[in-house]
Structures are given as structure tokens and as C-alpha cells.
């Protein structure tokens, strides 16, 4: 490729031509096309087809515009600006007559089919087609023949099929296949019965099937969750938010009606998920409204008879705190809590009686993470697709290598964007003959299904795999092997058996060859084949993105790619590799900020509360389950702590074990900051506020602060006065989020409307009785960010957008309207929040002990494989893998039950068939699953998809002779189960709608304040 023309093609703000557009002249960017740039100046022009991160096809004729040969030509002639290129110079007309009259005829076309039931359409009022049709000025319907009509397709639970709102403007194929890979959905028919959907009914299979009810102009894909429990866009109270559901951190918008969540839509983040969310993202909110939340006080003693809802009484909870303040207490945080509480818990027990909830193993991976941080930066997504310009100059990767991570199950997100970066190379070859990369169309036909190489080595089968130029199944040590060999060949200059290119004194060619039918890759054996390919593709690339992460749970595998990463990164060839780690949780990162060597492993509290009779030990536990200790490990913790107490919002083990239990508000109803995988740390903000008792994480922490620990310096009644707090001891991450905090109200000096701006039409639910819509929230809960009303600042004033709206833009296309660009940063993006960690090694470097060796004297690691033992990997879908919403009845039922994968040889050697019921006995508990037999898995490792075993199980060892076959008895007991969790779910997810809606039907709800429920002082307003 050419880096000068690749350089040309890319956005480049200095290089600004000029355009005249209805005789005014205005300053664009000459990569984008002309209806971008348009756009780009703020300017309306209706449009369907083109998408701002899709490109242009040219399929809806909808943006006509009229261009002028130059200033004396005054017919000039229509063209698509989607598919027009800016030049220096060019003069257009959007107000010409013949282009508006297109226009108004174009949408006039399109709704001769359309059904016009906006009345009964999700989509009504933040309609694109809607806006367009308003917009062209098509006010009559002239049409008076039958219409076309389809059947529609069952597609899953999470997304609704109406076709006959279909506009064919082919948006929902393009993505679906063409950006996110999807296989299982097309376009199908001729002429005017043109079909969008599935070959026959069936769940979607795309984990970012979603996106559909935002890519598709019209209502013919439609959130069903939002749908069952549906309001319209202008009665929603919505709020910027982060996704909590992995560690890339989306950025979310969720929306929220009488106290229950409705909805999550995307939050345009340039930097991060662009115009995209996964599915997990996108619909596993359903935790905030589950059954499961914990609702009421538990163990503290309030008067008899009173209903747990709102029970809470600060003098009792003082009392009962009272009784417990001798006692010596253990914290221990949560990489799915807030920043800010993780940090209040470190101070109220002190630094060497903290804990991240982490293993002796999963300590030692925390620091092996915290290394590589430090000396590798994170991209973003954006700077991974190259949508932004990489630190070190114009480059774009040109090689991926996915190692140990099932990306698309613990990082969907960055799962897209990495499909993204394999067009690299097609892109390249459209940049050889001139075509720009917003040409979509000819950039596919014409690159075919050049892709850039990638490798894929892994211990569970991943979807990259079939696309691999290389891909591997091994077990977690076998791979760590396996890269130390692929090291050793690197260092050995890339010279092993004169097989490999070697890169003295060549240069690196412009594309690389990944050649494997060459005859001595061929005669090699799998792994050997692999390792040659992939060592000749990296001898050749110059920016190699490497990613892997901790789900493997191996120090080991980071410290192999600490190698591979120094040795490429030594190379004086123009190497330049780039690392992406996975973090496992939301705030993983964020926690990565208070290891120490003082921080206490699991296997350090178990011991110091069982070693230490004559000082009791009691725990703080903070939204923490610890399901990676056996039910053995959780008894012995359980047994010798005097008193323990939780905070959480959803109910589980530790909940059941705890004496006190504080309901703890989800991330909907609660302010924070969580820091992402690469260390950047974004502000999350209510939506609503808790029904009490439920406050929020920092809140029960100041008042255990209180009356628990006496630090009576701690008083806070907002998120800011923490904040404050720990900015006055002078740590800069408190003084980095106050100055973002209060540039943003500087600029503005009022909060920004958590509802659209006003207008008439909001619906009262209960108009029967009143038409005034009930308030749920007290005048005065507002902070300085944002106003629980529709009065405020407008939306685009802000970077911190609750939602998408402009005027005469109501749908989610109004995003340019906040954009700097199109495509570019918001109007008013804050500045970069990314945490600067103190990410220095802790340990002081003696020639005496190595840090390994420091590193297990500190968290020792009890040898637990024996060498005949399976490696058991956790293989569940990308809905199950996360630990908040894997039990969203939705999910459940999209499970098609639990399944266990063996190696051929094993399968061989204990006579087990495909889909045999096999017995497995993990620690001591019983699991049943369906058998699979994998020819290309590892002998070593069983990976199981088993809905009961906890999250965090994985690289754990299993001895062959704990696998059995199930009898017949324990076949019908297991196949029953099965049935009991579909049935079990189907009736949960009836029973929260019908509770949901009863709610609704029940205002005015108390949500703010129950008299008398919460006496004390800390009246607060429940958020930031
Ligand atoms: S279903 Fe929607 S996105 Fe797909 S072609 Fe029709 S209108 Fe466009
Ligand atoms: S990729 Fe991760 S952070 Fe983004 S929406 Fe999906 S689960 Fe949430
Ligand atoms: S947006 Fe230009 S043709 Fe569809």
C-alpha cells in the first residue's frame, strides 16, 4: 500500500476545500463525500442510504442535489451527492426546485407501499422517514391502489420484523453482512418485492443484531423489549451512561419512564463505539428490572410489621452499626463497582485490609496486566480501525494476531472493530486505483475478499477462526508454548531453516504474502504449519496488532506476550506492534489503581480470618459474588468471619450468606466513573433515582463511614463532595474528573434535559384520571450536569448527551448535529478523560529475587493440575459471558442448554458419543451437559458451556475420571431441569412485564421520599 495515497484518502482537517452551496461558500473536507460534507456544515439534506460509517451506495436516490457547471450556469444537473465527490470549486444547489421536487417525489415512491401506521410504530417520533417525509415537504397522499404485504419473520427476543415498512434502502443488509459479518441475514425477492431478513425464521445470530433498530430508517426492525413496555421517545428520561457489561466501556444513552428502565440506545463516542453497541450492551439492562434485585434492609433490626419496601431508618441502622465497630474489618472491592467506591472502601479499611476480590492467581495476572499497561498504551477503537490518527504517525495495522481471548464473547465491541481492520487491505487496493473509501460498493467489488492477514491462536473455537489466513486450538499452556517458540524464531532473526523471510537489510514489502502452499509449510505438521505462516506474516508487517487478555486466567500467556511484544518491538525493521488487552470486568482497569503489595488476595482473608480467633475478622464485601471460590472455600469464609456485610443490587450466594445486606442502586440509578480497558475513565449518570431503602454504593459507604468506621470527616451527600474529598488529599484522578466536571457547567452554567425539548403531545398513561403527567422525581433532584425535566439546556450543548435530537431531526441520524464533523468528535467533547495510573512495578528490582519469585511469596499459587488432568475452559455464548446479565430471562431462553466439548481422543478413549448426557464433577458439585466432540481441540482441555457454573471458573483442572456418563435416571432428571429453566424464564419475563406495567398504572409512585423512611440527615438526592 501506499502510505501517501492511504494518508490522501484519510480525514485530514488542515486540507479543506471550498464549496458553494446555494451560492454561499463553505469550507469542507475534500475525503468526504458531498452529502457528508454538507452535512458537515450543518445544512439539512435528506438522505437514506448512506450511513456516515458505511459509506455510500447510491441505492435510495433520495439526497439529489443540483449542480452547477460554475457560477453563469444556472439549469445545472442532478446528482447524487452521496455518491459526488467535493471539489475545489464545485458549486451545488440543495433549494433548486427540480432537486427539492426529487426529492418530494422520491419519498412519494416510497410511501406508496408503506403502510403509515405511525400511530402504532416504535419508531414514531424518532422516525428518519418520518423526519425525511416532513423534511421534502410530502404532506398528501396521492396513491390509492393496494399495497404490497409481507410475512414477517420471527427473529429472535430481542428484535421485532415488519416488512412492509420496508423503503429498501438495503442500510440493514450492509451492516448486518457486510460491516458485522453476519451470515444468516440477507436480501432476498426481485423487482418491488424486495425482502430484508432470515432465509426462514430464527434468532438472529449476529451479537450486534441490535444495531438493526438503529441502522434502519424506518420501523421495520424494532427493540421487542422496548416494544412490550413501549413510550415514546419524548416521554423518556434519558441519560448519558457507560456500558457495564465489559470493559471497552460503550458509551450508552438509557432511557427511562415511571421508575422502570425502557430502553439502551448508542451514545456516539468518536474514540470508543462510534455509531455501534453490542447486543449485551444494547439489551442487557433487563438486570435493573429483574426480580432478582435486592429491594430491603437485611439484618438490621427495624420495628416488626413494617413492608420491607422503604424500610430504612438511619437511627437503627446506627445502632445496630454500633455493635460492630470494634471489630476488625476487611474491604473487598469489586471490579463491576464504581471508581469512586472502590476507592471510599480502600480508605474506611485502610490499605493493608483491602482486596480487590481477587485470587492468589488472579493477583498475580492483575499485576502481569498493570505491567504490560505501563509499557504498552491502549488504542482506542478508533485508533485500532484507524478512524483517528495513531500517535506515531499515519500507519494502519496490517496484520492481527488474537491470542487466548474469545473476543467476541468478552469485548464484543472490539470484536467489530477488528473486523473493520482486516478491510485494511482491501481498502489498500481501492486506494491503488483512486477509490475513495466512502465509495462502499466499489471498494467491495472491486477488493473481492482481500483481507488483511489474520492469525487466530486459541484455546476455544472463535468465529475469527474460519476467516484465519492461521488459526490453532490449544490448550492456555500449549499456547504459551507455542508463543515462545514463535519468539524464539523471531529473535532468531526470522531465519529458521532458511524458511522464513529474513529482514536483514530487506525492505518489508507493501503486502503480505502469506503464502501456504509453499512446499516446506506444507509438509509441516499443524502447529509447525502455524507457527511458519505467522512468523513469515510478521516478519513482513510494520504495524501488527496484537490482542489478547485475561480470560484464561494465565500469567504465564501475558508474560509470552511480553516477550513477543519486546522482541517484535526491538526489531529495527519498522516494526511497530501494538498491543490490545482484554480487561475482564468494566472497572477492571480502574482497580488496577489500588494494587499494592499490600492488597489481599481471597486466599489471604480466608486465612487471616480463620487464623485469627483471638481478633475476629469481619468483611465488607462491595457488589463482589466471589463465585470463583468452591462452595468448600466460600463455607470456610463464611464460618470464621464474624460479621458480614454486603452491598449489592442483584441477590446472589454472598447475599444469602451475609448477616447484612445493603441494596445498592444499579448503574441506571447511580452516578460514578468506571475506567475502561485502555484507561480511560468515563462518567456514568442516573436516570432515575433508587426507590429507598436502594441508595447508591457511596452512599451506604459514608454511612458505614459514619457509624461503622467513626471517620466523621465523612459526610457525603453527593458523588462531587467525594469527589472533592480525595481532590483535597491530592489524588489527580479526583482533580482530573472536578476540572472536566466544571469546564462542562462553566461553559454553560445549567444542567442539560434529561427529555427532548418541549413540545405538546407527551402522553399521560393515566389521562383518564388527570392529564398531568405525574412527577417521580422532586423539582429540585437535578445536578449540575443534568435536569430530571424537559427544561434545560439542549442536548448538542453538551458532550455529555443524554440523547440524540436537533430540531427537524428527531431520529438518531440527528447525531451530525452534535458532531464537530461527520464522523468526527462532538461539538463540545470534553477533554480526554484517560487515567493516568501510577502504572510503575511496585516491587523494587534486586539482582537477588526476581519479581516472579516476589510476586509468589506474596500470592503463592497451589499447584492444581496434575498432569493427566483436563484444562477446564468456560465456552459460553457472548450472552451468557457476563456476570450482571446472564441470568435476563431473554437470555436464558436463547440458550440452547448445557454442552460439553471433548477432544476427539478422549472421546475416543472413554467411548463417548456426540450428544451423550455426560456427568461432570467439578469441586465437588455436579454438572450434566451434552457431549460434543471437537476434532481440532486440544486433547488437554474440555470446554464447557454450563449455565450453573460460575463466571469466573476457568482454566481450572478436572481430573478424565470426574467425567461419566449419566444414567438413565440422571438423563430424564437433567433433560427436566433443562425444560424447568426455559419454562422458569418464559414465566419470569411475563411475570417483570406484568409487574412493570402494573407499576405504571399504579402512580403517582414515591419515589423520591416516603415520609418518615429515611429520617436521618443524608437526605440526598440520590445522584451526582
Ligand atoms: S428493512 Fe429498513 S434498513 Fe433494511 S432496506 Fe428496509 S428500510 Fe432499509
Ligand atoms: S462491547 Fe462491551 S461495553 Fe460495548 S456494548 Fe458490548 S458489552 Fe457493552
Ligand atoms: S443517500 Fe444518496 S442515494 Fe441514498
Known sequence: MSDNKRAENKKTDNKQVTIYIDDVAHQVNPDDNLLAGVLSEKLNLPYFCWHPSMGSVGACRQCAVTQYQDENDSRGRMVMSCMTPVVEGMRIGLKDKSSEKFREQVIGAMMTNHPHDCPVCAEGGECHLQDMTVMTGHTSRDYCGSKRTFNNQYLGEFVGHEMNRCITCYRCVRFYKDYAGGKDFDVFGSRNQVYFGRQKDGVLESSFSGNLVEVCPTGVFTNKLFSAHYTRKWDLQSAPSVCAHCSIGCNTSIGERYGSVRRVMNRYNHALNGYFLCDRGRFGIGFVNSDKRIKSVKGINTKVGEPNIGMFNEKSFAKEMALHSGEHFIGIGSARASFEANRLLKYLVGKKNFSLGYTNQEMQLALRHKQLLAQYPQQSLAGIENRVQHGNGEKEHDLVLIVGELVEQTAPRLSLTIKQVLRNAALDKADSIGVKHWQDSAVRTYAGSTSTPLFSLQAQPSEFDQ???????????????????????????????????????????????????????????????????????????????????????SPELLAAIDELMACLSQKSHGFSPELTLVAPECNSVGNLHFLSECALSIEQIIERCVSRCDEPTSLVILEQDLAQLSSKHSQLLRKHCKTMIVLDHTRHDMTEMADIVLPVAAISESNGHFVNFQGRLQRFNSVHIPVKPIMENWHWLSLLAKHLFNHQEINFNNLEQLQSFFAKHGEPWALQVLSCQSGEGKQTGNGVARQTHRASGRTAIMANQSVHEVKTYLENSQNGALNYSMEGRDSRSSSNMPYTWSPEWNSNQSIFQHQQEVNGELTNAEHENLLNLTLSVFFDESPQTSMAEKIDKLWPILPIKESEDLIVIQNLPWYLADQQTRCLPEFILMFPGNMVSISKDIAEQRSIQPQDVLKLNIDGQYFFAKAKVNMKQAESTILVSLFELPLSNNNISLALDNISKATNDEISDFQQDELNRIQSAQQEKFNVLERLKKQDKTIPIAFYDIEGAFDGENKGEGNG
Do not use: Y
Open 467 to 553: 476467516n484465519a489466513n492461521g488459526s490453532l486450538l490449544l490448550s492456555p499452556q500449549q499456547i504459551v508454548d507455542c508463543l515462545t517458540r514463535l519468539t524464539q524464531m523471531l529473535k532468531d532473526d526470522f531465519a529458521i531453516s532458511d524458511t522464513v523471510v529474513a529482514l536483514s537489510g530487506q525492505t518489508t514489502p507493501e503486502t503480505i504474502n502469506v503464502d501456504a502452499d509453499s512446499s516446506d509449510v506444507k509438509s509441516s505438521n499443524h502447529e509447525d504449519k502455524f507457527l511458519l505462516l505467522l512468523a513469515r506474516a510478521l516478519s513482513q508487517a510494520k504495524m501488527p496488532l496484537i490482542v489478547t487478555g485475561l480470560s484464561l486466567k
